[in-house]
């Protein structure tokens, strides 16, 4: 599980940890340590702290973390850097540690966040379909079990079980993108559209399926 010590990670890693212990699997929990903040140091510390005390309440978890090397290059999105690197230090560890299969804790919203902002590029097909449930990439599958759960069923799951998590402070800087689209035109939206984010996920499941079919179509074509 990729935890990155903040709600929605946390619980995904309860969750998994919970459901892996009836079948006897071990769990992961694989930290990237990005150096971008000052509490860094301790949201790693935290993550490894959880994974211990809920060890010791009998579910199989292990800690593993690996901090990102270097910075953005001149021009680079800060967004952009982070979230390769991220993704290459968890197939990293993930391998080290014998995983096939690595969980991302991304909602609803998150998607629908997602479908929005490659909307507004100009994204083709590709873009639209945002972020797929399943992919197998270099051998790892990447899989986003809550992909259509809203995220107040998240937020009762952490309540339920009293999970203790950290609060990262860029989530509400407005320089990111995704940020001002989260804080300044979601609730506005949604606000307007209740059903909003499951309209554009359906979206984006769309999307998908028009992607598969551009691929196949082309499939024989670049063959040729």
Avoid at 39 to 64: H, I, M, P, Y
Avoid at 90 to 111: F, P, S, T
Wanted: glycine share 6%.
């Amino acid at each position: 599980v990729a935890v990155s010590g903040v709600r929605d990670s946390v619980a995904l890693l309860h969750c998994l940890g919970r459901a892996a212990q009836v079948q006897e699997l071990e769990v992961w929990a694989l930290h990237v340590h990005h150096g971008l903040q000052a509490q860094a140091d301790e949201w790693a510390a935290f993550v490894e702290r959880t994974c211990k005390r809920w060890a010791s309440k009998g579910l199989s978890l292990r800690f593993a973390m690996r901090r990102l090397q270097g910075q953005p290059a001149r021009g680079q999105s800060v967004e952009a850097w982070a979230r390769a690197g991220r993704y290459e230090a968890l197939a990293a560890m993930a391998r080290e540690a014998g995983c096939e299969v690595i969980a991302l804790a991304h909602h609803r919203a998150d998607q629908a966040e997602t479908f929005l902002l490659q909307a507004l590029r100009g994204a083709g097909a590709a873009g639209l379909a945002s972020m797929p449930a399943s992919a197998v990439r270099d051998g790892i599958t990447w899989v986003r079990p809550w992909l259509e759960q809203p995220r107040e069923v998240i937020e009762a799951y952490v309540r339920a079980h009293r999970i203790r998590y950290v609060d990262d402070a860029s989530n509400a800087d407005p320089r990111f993108a995704r940020n001002r689209l989260r804080l300044q035109v979601m609730p506005a939206l949604r606000s307007a559209f209740p059903e909003a984010d499951t309209a554009l996920v359906a979206a984006a499941a769309q999307a998908a399926r028009a992607r598969a079919l551009i691929d196949e179509v082309a499939r024989p074509d670049m063959a040729a």
